[in-house]
């Protein structure tokens, strides 16, 4: 499975930006779990939001709940990641991941997942 992870960009505080990330490869859409995550300049990678396999259901990390939203859409093999009322501190190399089945917690973890894309920066000016 490859990911391809797209959309980011330079935006002023408060506004918004719209991440995708495509997969390709040999899956069934309908088992993949899927995960963002982001590295902030100078720290380590983090958790940002999940949807699962089974229901859908979203998780987020507290920082960004209310503000960003993860969708998908299976029959473009796609997810996706809008980012309202951005901040400074959002600013991060944000990458997408994924994997066959998984839950909660496991899917806010690094080593959660097994396919990771390239990253795409993501930079939020006050």
């Known amino acids: 499975v490859q990911l391809q992870a797209s959309g980011g960009g330079l935006v002023q505080a408060g506004g918004s930006l719209r991440l995708s990330c495509a997969a390709s490869g040999s899956f069934s859409r309908y088992t993949m779990s899927w995960g963002w995550f982001r590295q902030p300049p100078g720290k380590e990678r983090q958790f940002v939001a999940a949807?699962?396999?089974?229901?859908?259901?979203?998780y987020y990390e507290d920082s960004v709940k209310g503000r960003f939203t993860i969708s998908r859409d299976n029959a473009k093999n796609t997810m996706f990641l809008e980012m309202n009322s951005l901040k400074p501190e959002d600013t991060a190399v944000y990458y997408c991941?994924?994997?066959?089945?998984?839950?909660?917690?496991?899917?806010?973890?690094?080593?959660?997942?097994?396919?990771w894309g390239q990253g795409t920066l993501v930079t939020v000016s006050s």
């Open positions: 991941a994924a994997r066959v089945g998984g839950s909660w917690p496991a899917l806010s973890r690094l080593n959660g997942y097994n396919y």
């Open positions: 949807i699962t396999w089974s229901s859908s259901i979203q």
